[in-house]
């Protein structure tokens, strides 16, 4: 199904490329075996309250998103919400988020594109919270984040700008959409299409166009700063939830007593939280396997931390991150009657092809 796919063998090609840098420049075998058998993990548990407090947050900020395409929901978001990361988890190529917009269509009346439309506007938006979490952590003071950038970015071919560039740009680009078909039309910007898709056969552009019209529909439900200010704002809840989770953790694997104050320890648990999410963005496989470990410690290693314990510390988080889900939203589909192979063999016959993928109609 995937072996074809030129997406897939990017991302694999990626996990595999920043895995192996990440074990070869913070793994130590004979030493973080140490590391983890130290560790307290009694504070994953607890912790795993906070994951699930920010998934709540996610479907309260997706409920507020999807009002203008389905007004109150008749069934629970949450579930959707979890179903959707179990896929991510699962699938290459974050085919997770088409499945997550199938997976509403069949319980509420939305179509897959515009239900994938609203997804990119969370996208958009949870990656202002995270340049705002880096920016706090900077005005914390102390942690030394014009450093630890340095230092990842010393890393990565192009330094600071390839870092800056993949970060930034997809989301940007979504966010300058937004903008641009609010102010100019969903009409004008489908002209816009029209003339650009101009060597396309008539049928194909005609059938493109008419994807392109609904998801216009998902991305432009947000018409106005205030609509914009109030989705950040729902962000903000998300990520510091997912960040008092990866306190938590921290505090088990004795990471407070490295930074001189508490204040320092929270900047350093906010720059993690940035940088390894943020890296989601790069080529990977699924669950981002590579890009999350390799940057959450190189980040930690930037501020101080033992190598070894950084990895091990980065590692445990991202197990805890994938394995909650996954568990989760296998059990939500028995529940539901539905199977994961169902859902994606539904999203590639969809009006809504699978990234990567040609469609089957």
């Known amino acids: 199904m995937f072996f074809g796919n030129k997406a897939f063998w990017l991302g694999a090609i990626g996990s595999a490329a920043f895995l192996a840098v990440f074990f070869i ?29 920010a998934v709540w947050f996610r479907s309260a900020r997706w409920k507020f998103l999807l009002r203008p395409l389905i007004g109150k929901p008749q069934k629970s978001i949450y579930s959707v919400v979890i179903v959707g990361y179990m896929a991510n988890n699962l699938i290459p190529v974050r085919i997770g988020e088409v499945v997550r917009s199938y997976y509403l269509s069949l319980r ?3 179509t897959v594109p515009a239900a994938f439309g609203t997804v990119a506007v ?24 014009e450093r630890a950038v340095g230092d990842i970015s010393a890393d990565v071919p192009g330094g600071a700008v390839t870092l800056a560039v993949a970060a930034l740009l997809p ?28 060597i396309i056969g008539k049928g194909l552009r005609t059938r493109l166009l008419g994807i392109a019209e609904r998801l216009l529909e998902g991305l432009t439900v947000i018409s106005s700063p205030t609509d914009l200010a109030k989705v950040f704002a729902w962000s903000l809840p998300v990520w510091a939830a997912e960040a008092a989770m990866y306190y938590l953790i921290a505090i088990g694997f004795d990471l407070r007593p490295i930074f001189d104050s508490q204040v320092e320890f929270i900047a350093a648990i906010l720059v ?13 496989t699924a669950g981002s396997w590579g890009p999350f470990d390799f940057f959450g ?13 950084a990895a091990a510390y980065a590692l445990t988080v991202h197990v805890a991150l994938w394995v909650p889900p996954t568990v989760a939203g296998a059990v939500l589909l028995v529940l539901d009657g539905k199977s ?9 016959q969809s009006d809504h092809p699978i990234t990567g993928e040609s469609s089957s109609t």
Not at 272 to 284: E, Y
Not at 297 to 309: M, P, T
Not at 340 to 348: E, P, Q, T, Y
């Open 171 to 198: 989301f940007l680009g979504v966010l300058a959409a937004v903008v641009v078909i609010s102010a100019a039309s969903a009409e004008t910007v489908l002209g816009w299409l029209d003339r650009l898709m101009f």
């Open 297 to 309: 410690a190189a980040a930690l290693v930037a501020l101080g931390v033992g190598q070894e314990v």
């Open 272 to 284: 993690f939280t940035s940088a390894a999410n943020l890296a989601g963005v790069l080529p990977s």
């Open 108 to 110: 509420e009346s939305c």
């Open 122 to 145: 969370e996208r958009a938006t949870d990656v202002l919270a995270l340049l705002f979490f880096l920016a706090a952590a900077g005005l914390m003071g102390t942690v030394g984040v």
């Open 25 to 53: 420049l913070f793994v130590d075998f004979d030493t973080i075996g140490d590391v983890l058998r130290g560790a307290n993990y009694a504070y994953v548990a607890p912790s795993l309250v906070f994951y699930f407090i």
């Open 340 to 348: 994961l192979s169902g859902l994606m063999k539904g999203a590639r």
